[in-house]
């Protein structure tokens, strides 16, 4: 089962903007700890959706407008792809991903097999 | 640029509400199409062998699941209610309830949530999940719905029999049996009557013994009297505060309201502030 492991940040942006040199080093370890993991096939950090372009076609004409689809709070900061036997798997990866305790979070959504 | 944009703006925001209305009657109307083709499905129902329920609750009560899809899938495919008694005993109307069951469904088959008994370091909290709806069950059963009271008594009897090395399923199971076997006591005339005035005659002695016998069984110490099998498997573990710490916080106590000794209701309190809503009724 493929499952799109995406991780929402917003306060734990700035919280992680908080963390001292060091800290922020160790933070970021830990996502290429999880990148380099058994069954994580993709992943990638996310520019802020500041930098989004949102696109519609209508009537054959491409339609652009600046920012996200989803104006929202949390945004999505990255994702992982990650291959797993089961549920259980997915959420013990989301568990170790540090959005999770610097109060972000993670929607762990399986993908469709075809 | 129209003429007037103020009359402008207020009819174009007239229309957009309109469409909205419109909009939102036909999404009524089609959810209903498709809660009926739901609730065909949720006749589809596949066998589930006796040695496989302790797997089937713990999918059932999936933290990944919303609380009140665990309580209905758990009386579902363990209590063996069909959908339209679980609907009523939680007054929501069939279609709802077999929406929320099939939703459940879906959502464990597409998110590949697993069918088996928590590895070890899951196991606390995925049989605290698994307690916590027996007892809601047992709750919603508790001032009327003796059936579910029934249901959940049953419920902890099977976990027991299946986990006979978790002192918390036996703590819950006593804490159920101790509370239903005062049932009978409980109302006269329409009203409650509190532990202290109740007419112990109409106490359910045969299930005051069977509550007693599961708390000393949930009482053993840790690995007395386990088999090196199971002790390997499930039972090595962080004990944690749960229903049984709240009954076993007054044995004496309880004891003595069980042999008639103590009058007192307030005894319990103490236990019921700690942690569990104790029923002093």
Same mark, same amino acid.
């Given at each position: 089962?493929?499952?799109? +492991?995406? +991780?929402?940040?917003?306060?734990?942006?700035?919280?992680?903007?908080?963390?001292?040199?060091?800290?922020?080093?160790?933070?970021?370890?830990?996502?290429?700890?999880?990148?380099?993991?058994?069954?994580?096939?993709?992943?990638?950090?996310?520019?802020?959706?500041?930098?989004?372009?949102?696109?519609?076609?209508?009537?054959?004409?491409?339609?652009?407008?600046?920012?996200?689809?989803?104006?929202?709070?949390?945004?999505?900061?990255?994702?992982?792809?990650?291959?797993?036997?089961?549920?259980?798997?997915?959420?013990?990866?989301?568990?170790?991903?540090?959005?999770?305790?610097?109060?972000?979070? +993670?929607?762990?959504?399986?993908?469709?097999?075809? | 640029?129209?003429?007037?944009?103020?009359?402008?703006?207020?009819? @174009?925001?007239?229309?957009?509400?309109? &469409?909205?209305?419109?909009?939102?009657? @036909?999404?009524?109307?089609?959810? /209903?199409?498709?809660?009926?083709?739901?609730?065909?499905?949720?006749?589809?129902?596949?066998?589930?062998?006796? &040695?496989?329920?302790? #797997?089937?609750? $713990?999918?059932?009560? =999936?933290?990944?699941?919303?609380?009140?899809?665990?309580?209905?899938? @758990?009386?579902?495919?363990?209590?063996?209610?069909?959908?339209? #008694?679980?609907? *009523?005993?939680?007054?929501?109307?069939?279609?709802?309830?077999?929406?929320?069951?099939?939703?459940?469904?879906?959502?464990?088959?597409?998110?590949?949530?697993? $069918?088996?008994?928590?590895?070890?370091?899951?196991?606390? &909290?995925?049989?605290?999940?698994?307690?916590?709806?027996?007892?809601?069950? $047992?709750?919603?059963?508790?001032?009327?719905?003796?059936?579910?009271?029934? %249901?959940?008594?049953?419920?902890?009897?099977?976990?027991?029999? !299946?986990?006979?090395? #978790?002192? #918390?399923?036996?703590?819950?199971?006593?804490?159920?049996?101790? =509370?239903?076997? *005062?049932?009978?006591?409980?109302?006269?005339?329409?009203? !409650?009557?509190? $532990? /202290?005035?109740?007419?112990?005659?109409?106490?359910?002695?045969? %299930?005051?013994?069977?509550?007693?016998?599961?708390?000393?069984?949930?009482?053993?110490?840790?690995?007395?009297?386990?088999?090196?099998?199971?002790?390997?498997?499930?039972?090595?573990?962080?004990?944690?505060?749960?229903?049984?710490?709240?009954?076993?916080?007054?044995?004496?106590?309880?004891?003595? %309201?069980?042999?008639?000794?103590?009058?007192?209701?307030?005894?319990?309190?103490?236990?019921?502030?700690?942690?569990?809503?104790?029923?002093? !009724?």
């Amino acid at each position: 089962m493929q499952y799109l +492991i995406q +991780i929402y940040s917003n306060d734990s942006m700035s919280r992680y903007e908080g963390l001292s040199e060091e800290e922020k080093e160790a933070v970021m370890g830990e996502y290429f700890a999880i990148s380099g993991a058994p069954g994580v096939t993709g992943g990638a950090q996310l520019q802020p959706p500041t930098t989004a372009t949102t696109v519609r076609v209508e009537d054959g004409r491409t339609l652009t407008t600046d920012g996200p689809f989803l104006e929202t709070k949390e945004a999505l900061g990255g994702y992982y792809l990650y291959e797993a036997d089961d549920l259980d798997a997915a959420i013990e990866l989301a568990a170790r991903i540090p959005a999770a305790r610097l109060g972000g979070a +993670i929607e762990v959504r399986p993908l469709v097999e075809r | 640029m129209p003429a007037d944009p103020g009359r402008w703006l207020v009819a @174009t925001a007239r229309n957009r509400a309109i &469409d909205r209305i419109r909009r939102e009657r @036909t999404l009524a109307a089609k959810s /209903k199409l498709l809660e009926v083709s739901e609730a065909v499905e949720d006749e589809i129902e596949e066998p589930v062998f006796g &040695d496989e329920r302790l #797997e089937l609750i $713990f999918t059932c009560c =999936h933290p990944a699941l919303a609380m009140d899809a665990q309580v209905a899938l @758990t009386l579902r495919a363990l209590g063996g209610l069909r959908t339209d #008694e679980i609907a *009523r005993a939680f007054l929501v109307p069939e279609p709802t309830m077999a929406q929320r069951l099939v939703r459940a469904k879906r959502k464990i088959k597409a998110a590949a949530i697993p $069918f088996r008994i928590p590895p070890p370091h899951l196991l606390p &909290d995925r049989l605290a999940a698994v307690l916590a709806v027996v007892y809601l069950i $047992f709750n919603e059963g508790y001032d009327g719905r003796a059936d579910l009271a029934e %249901q959940a008594i049953r419920l902890g009897g099977s976990l027991a029999e !299946l986990m006979p090395d #978790e002192p #918390e399923v036996y703590g819950l199971l006593a804490l159920m049996l101790l =509370h239903d076997s *005062r049932r009978a006591a409980r109302v006269r005339n329409g009203e !409650l009557v509190l $532990f /202290k005035d109740q007419d112990r005659a109409l106490w359910d002695w045969p %299930q005051v013994q069977g509550g007693r016998a599961a708390l000393e069984r949930g009482l053993i110490p840790s690995g007395a009297s386990w088999s090196a099998a199971s002790r390997s498997s499930t039972s090595r573990r962080s004990r944690r505060p749960g229903a049984l710490v709240a009954v076993a916080a007054a044995p004496p106590r309880l004891d003595e %309201q069980i042999v008639g000794a103590g009058d007192d209701a307030q005894v319990l309190t103490g236990a019921a502030d700690r942690q569990q809503p104790l029923n002093l !009724l």
